[in-house]
């Protein structure tokens, strides 16, 4: 699901909504449908030193020798 950051035009307030296909994010506090949408504040970090190495996919990845350069 994705979930975008905005500001509200009208009262300025800042809501975190669900907004899936086409459906129009309203302002939770006064339902205006004039919302900027912010940067998210949630952006993935790479290179973790928690998760698991991914590479392309492949059976053969490079990412056994140290690195994918398909990823
Ligand atoms: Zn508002």
Same mark, same amino acid.
């Given at each position: 699901m994705p979930l975008f950051a905005f500001e509200c035009v009208d009262c300025h307030d800042h809501a975190e909504l669900l907004v899936s296909g086409s459906a129009t994010a309203l302002c939770?506090? !006064? &339902?205006? $449908? *004039?919302l900027e949408k912010q940067p998210s504040a949630f952006a993935p970090v790479s290179g973790g030193a928690m998760s698991e190495p991914v590479g !392309? &996919?492949? $059976? *053969?990845?490079c990412m056994a020798q140290g690195g994918c350069a398909q990823n």
């Open positions: 939770p506090s !006064c &339902g205006s $449908s *004039s !392309c &996919g492949a $059976s *053969s990845c």
